[in-house]
Nanobody, 127 residues
Framework: QVALVESGGGSVQAGGSLRLSCIAT????????MGWVRQAPGNDREGVAV???????HYADSVKGRFAISRDSANNTLYLQMDSLKPEDSGVYYC?????????????????????WGQGAQVTVSS
């Protein structure tokens, strides 16, 4: 079982930055990939970024060059640094995890095929 708790959401003007954090408990890191999925009102869920237990990363095209995913294995914490934010980045951001090899984890970014989900953190970017 994996428990995920996000923090760090908030409101910011376009061009600003926010950092999301996610503390993961009750699991081991073997073959566990983690990531972020977001959902804006009226829209489908969208994969944002994933990271393997060894630090490999993969991003949605919409956030490449602006967002950075990282993890602190010693503290079981996942991060998403979001810079140059745009109004279309607004939504609820979910921390997600899946016990999967990296090749499947990358595909999960498109299929949103994650087993474990946090409660979500609201991000609002105003123009």
């Amino acid at each position: 079982q994996v428990a995920l708790v996000e923090s760090g959401g908030g409101s910011v003007q376009a061009g600003g930055s926010l950092r999301l954090s996610c503390i993961a408990t009750d699991y081991d890191y073997v073959n566990v990939c983690m990531g972020w999925v977001r959902q804006a009102p009226g829209n489908d869920r969208e994969g944002v970024a994933v990271i393997s237990n060894r630090g490999s990363t993969h991003y949605a095209d919409s956030v490449k060059g602006r967002f950075a995913i990282s993890r602190d294995s010693a503290n079981n914490t996942l991060y998403l640094q979001m810079d140059s934010l745009k109004p279309e980045d607004s939504g609820v951001y979910y921390c997600v995890a899946e016990r999967a090899l990296w090749s499947l984890c990358r595909r999960n970014l498109e299929t949103i095929g994650f087993t474990y989900w946090g409660q979500g953190a609201q991000v609002t970017v105003s123009s």
